[in-house]
């Protein structure tokens, strides 16, 4: 699969992507792009996929003629988002032409030792 990293997506995923062919909106010239522009683009390419942390792209674009799959990722913390990397693998695997997933990358616990408090 072809996957296209949208900017804000944490670069050390690409390594965790076996498999596929992974390139970054940077490499491509697209970072300072409007996402609409970035996705017509990625398309016209051959992008199969646009990983991306934009939660607003499903809101903000017309999504429903789009033949490029969207994954989104919900967080962008590469130290929240190394641990989900078999969540993302899964959705990757499974996600189909124009479809468009949304991967949680949850918060980890609080420490109870430090009281209780949220110190994140």
């Known amino acids: 699969m ?4 949208d900017h804000g997506t944490p670069r050390p995923l690409r390594a965790y992507l076996p498999g596929h062919t992974v390139h970054t909106a940077a490499q ?4 300072l792009l409007p996402d609409g522009t970035v996705l017509t683009m990625a ?3 051959g992008y199969d996929l646009l990983l991306t942390p934009d939660q607003k792209i499903r809101h903000q674009q017309n999504l ?3 033949g490029i799959a969207i994954l989104v990722l919900m967080k962008n ?11 993302i693998n899964a959705a990757i695997d499974r996600i189909q ?10 918060m980890p616990p609080l420490d109870p030792y430090i009281g209780g408090k ?3």
């Not at 072809?2 to 990293?5: C, F, G, Q, V």
């Not at 491509?28 to 970072?31: C, E, S, T, V, Y």
């Not at 032409?97 to 949850?106: N, T």
Request: aromatic residues 10%; hydrophobic residues 40%.
């Open 2 to 5: 072809l996957i296209l990293l």
């Open 97 to 106: 032409p124009g479809e468009y997933i949304e991967v949680d990358i949850p």
């Open 118 to 120: 949220d110190n994140r």
């Open 77 to 87: 913390d590469w130290s929240l988002i190394r641990p989900r990397i078999y969540d």
């Open 28 to 31: 491509m010239g697209w970072d």
């Open 43 to 45: 398309e016209e390419v």
């Open 64 to 66: 429903a003629a789009r």
